[in-house]
């Protein structure tokens, strides 16, 4: 998720771009929109969100769904402490699993340690096909403030304590939250190769790093997903991206619209008009159809945003269509 953007208290909305109701309105593909919602309804010879095509193997071997919930934001102002409303946080991850995210993506850092806390005070006994990806080795000095610690010793703690936060005997997914500067990167992946190793994790990956960081991860242990900034408007990372999709490796974009600064291409807001959608289900979808691999994680506190997010997984548009929209974002 995005953290760096985090300082202040900000659902991830688009950058403060209008919510907008949709009224009834025809959606290309056979899709339309509830009065007073932005939940998307389809004709009967409309795929499913969840079929093949929107559907991948982490690792191989855990199938999810592609569009996911990131369980920053369901945290204090600063991504710190308890949220001013804990009942609601519990409702938005409920919620996020009755739509479809069988992927949450949380980390130690976030409260730090509330989010993983929430998780399993909402979802525990989790659904059997729920995939919990959470990640260690970036500490929390104050709100707003992020700092790498990669020492085998540390992360060798983090993991245990993350599984009893989290009331879990196996980590699916344990990623490494950055890479420190200060310890070589072999050293801490090691730490988590003992811990694979020991059971107690099934995969890992990476945050914010580069294909040449990925290839000498790769020689320590398996890599099964990537975490790095990408968006439409932002991307900085499009070779770690392309290297993923030679590989099979997941790509997970946190900052998928944007985070606090939102998403500022007037042509994507004008196109997501035509279409009857929003900016952010729109951004969304793009990501959807960018790649194969690609696995937003959009985040929100918020119930309604919430429902905004995933219903862009339902967003059909034609090939014609989408060539509109790669133009404007390239």
């Given at each position: 998720?995005?953290?760096?953007?985090?300082?202040?208290?900000?659902e991830q909305a688009g950058g403060g771009i209008s919510r907008r109701k949709f009224l009834g309105t025809t959606l290309i593909g056979g899709a339309t929109l509830l009065a007073g919602g932005s939940k998307l309804i389809f004709a009967e010879n409309s795929p499913p969100a969840a079929e093949k095509d929107m559907v991948f193997r982490i690792g191989g071997d855990l199938p999810v769904n592609r569009l996911g919930f990131g369980a920053m934001r369901i945290t204090g102002p600063g991504?710190?402490?308890?949220?001013?409303?804990?009942?609601?946080?519990?409702?938005?991850?409920?919620?996020?699993?009755?739509?479809?995210?069988?992927?949450?993506?949380?980390?130690?850092?976030?409260?730090?340690?509330?989010?993983?806390?929430?998780?399993?005070?909402?979802?525990?006994?989790?659904?059997?096909?729920?995939?919990?990806?959470?990640?260690?080795?970036?500490?929390?000095?104050?709100?707003?403030?992020?700092?790498?610690?990669?020492?085998?010793?540390?992360?060798?703690?983090?993991?245990?304590?993350?599984?009893?936060?989290?009331?879990?005997?196996?980590?699916?997914?344990?990623?490494?939250?950055?890479?420190?500067?200060?310890?070589?990167?072999?050293?801490?992946?090691?730490?988590?190769?003992?811990?694979?190793?020991?059971?107690?994790?099934?995969?890992?990956?990476?945050?914010?790093?580069?294909?040449?960081?990925?290839?000498?991860?790769?020689?320590?242990?398996?890599?099964?997903?990537?975490?790095?900034?990408?968006?439409?408007?932002?991307?900085?990372?499009?070779?770690?991206?392309?290297?993923?999709?030679?590989?099979?490796?997941?790509?997970?974009?946190?900052?998928?619209?944007?985070?606090?600064?939102?998403?500022?291409?007037?042509?994507?807001?004008?196109?997501?008009?035509?279409?009857?959608?929003?900016?952010?289900?729109?951004?969304?979808?793009?990501?959807?159809?960018?790649?194969?691999?690609?696995?937003?994680?959009?985040?929100?506190?918020?119930?309604?945003?919430?429902?905004?997010?995933?219903?862009?997984?339902?967003?059909?548009?034609?090939?014609?269509?989408?060539?509109?929209?790669?133009?404007?974002?390239?």
């Amino acid at each position: 998720m995005d953290e760096e953007f985090a300082g202040k208290r900000f659902e991830q909305a688009g950058g403060g771009i209008s919510r907008r109701k949709f009224l009834g309105t025809t959606l290309i593909g056979g899709a339309t929109l509830l009065a007073g919602g932005s939940k998307l309804i389809f004709a009967e010879n409309s795929p499913p969100a969840a079929e093949k095509d929107m559907v991948f193997r982490i690792g191989g071997d855990l199938p999810v769904n592609r569009l996911g919930f990131g369980a920053m934001r369901i945290t204090g102002p600063g991504i710190w402490g308890w949220p001013a409303d804990r009942a609601n946080a519990l409702k938005v991850l409920r919620r996020a699993v009755e739509l479809g995210a069988n992927l949450i993506d949380t980390a130690d850092a976030y409260g730090p340690e509330t989010s993983e806390l929430l998780i399993a005070e909402a979802l525990y006994p989790y659904p059997k096909d729920l995939v919990i990806a959470t990640k260690g080795g970036n500490t929390r000095p104050g709100p707003g403030e992020w700092v790498p610690d990669g020492r085998p010793e540390y992360l060798s703690q983090c993991v245990d304590k993350s599984l009893k936060r989290l009331r879990l005997e196996r980590i699916d997914l344990y990623q490494l939250h950055r890479v420190d500067s200060k310890v070589p990167m072999e050293d801490s992946l090691g730490a988590l190769k003992k811990a694979q190793d020991a059971g107690k994790i099934r995969h890992v990956g990476l945050s914010e790093v580069s294909p040449e960081e990925i290839e000498r991860a790769r020689k320590v242990l398996p890599i099964v997903t990537v975490q790095n900034q990408y968006n439409i408007d932002n991307r900085k990372w499009e070779n770690a991206l392309t290297y993923c999709e030679k590989e099979g490796i997941g790509f997970m974009p946190w900052s998928p619209i944007g985070g606090n600064r939102g998403l500022h291409d007037n042509a994507l807001e004008t196109a997501a008009k035509d279409f009857h959608a929003s900016t952010v289900q729109l951004a969304l979808a793009w990501l959807l159809h960018r790649s194969p691999v690609m696995l937003p994680i959009p985040g929100t506190s918020s119930l309604p945003h919430l429902e905004e997010n995933m219903a862009a997984a339902k967003l059909k548009l034609t090939a014609e269509d989408w060539k509109r929209i790669d133009a404007l974002a390239t």
